[in-house]
């Protein structure tokens, strides 16, 4: 469509992006204050959100398609991780496809279940993950999944994540939505979900949570 270093070729939006703070084109979906922004009925304090062990799961009140996400979380030092007990949550992208959250230095569990791992999938290249106390930080580029007009998927939902600033996916397809010891099958749906965060009955802190709808190329200034 466009000639090489072609002039007319609309020019990228501007974006600026602090260093430790969401970049000016962001959804803020949690600063320190209130879950304003989501369904649920969390604990907020000392400017970081906790799970209410037995509340239930929360959700984005918007929904997104692909996208940018950081987010930090927390095992606190008094959890005592077993397995998949103690130290427990997850997120989800469009309400289906898992990112594990667990407390994994040094507990240890079935590798598909672990810190970063694609639940139930793939587990992550590497363990990066903090010991309990300590902050983790997630950024995740997400893709989600294209069907053609019969339903069938025609691009699969996949991840880019970076756990402390340590490459553990690169553009790693999701066999399917997560499951617990099973992958359902893609089926077709709208092409945007919630992000949904886990009660797992553990008592697990988030703070500094931003995301970004990921547009296309060549698109008008606003």
């Known amino acids: 469509k466009w000639e090489v270093h ?8 501007m974006v600026s992006a602090p260093h430790g703070k969401a970049p000016s084109d962001a959804v803020v979906l949690f600063d320190g204050k209130d879950l304003s922004k989501w369904t ?18 929360i959700s984005t009140k918007e ?17 005592k991780c077993e397995g998949q007990h103690g130290c427990n949550s997850g997120l989800f992208f469009m309400d289906r496809y898992e990112l594990q959250i ?26 990066a993950c903090n010991p309990n ?3 983790n930080t997630y950024d995740v580029i997400f893709e989600g999944p294209l069907f ?41 749906y709208d092409g945007t979900g919630p992000i ?4 797992h009955g553990d008592p697990v802190r988030f703070r500094n949570i931003w ?6 190329y060549d698109q008008p200034e606003k």
Request: hydrophobic letters at 25%.
């Open 40 to 57: 649920g009925g969390w604990e907020v304090k000392d400017g970081y959100f906790q799970v209410k062990p037995g509340s239930g799961n």
């Open 196 to 199: 949904r965060l886990q009660d």
């Open 148 to 188: 053609d007009t019969e339903g069938k998927v025609t691009r699969k939902a996949s991840v880019t994540v970076l756990h402390n600033g340590v490459a553990l996916h690169h553009k790693q397809e999701f066999n399917g939505p997560s499951g617990h010891q099973n992958t359902p099958k893609y089926f077709k």
């Open 211 to 216: 995301i970004r709808p990921l547009g296309e």
């Open 102 to 127: 667990l407390g994994s230095n040094p507990n240890k569990t079935y590798p598909d279940g672990m810190a970063g791992a694609m639940y139930g999938q793939y587990p992550p290249l590497v363990n």
């Open 6 to 13: 072609d002039k007319k070729r609309p020019q990228p939006a």
């Open 63 to 79: 929904g997104f398609g692909s996208c940018q996400l950081h987010i930090e979380w927390m095992v606190p030092e008094t959890c």
């Open 133 to 135: 106390g300590q902050w």
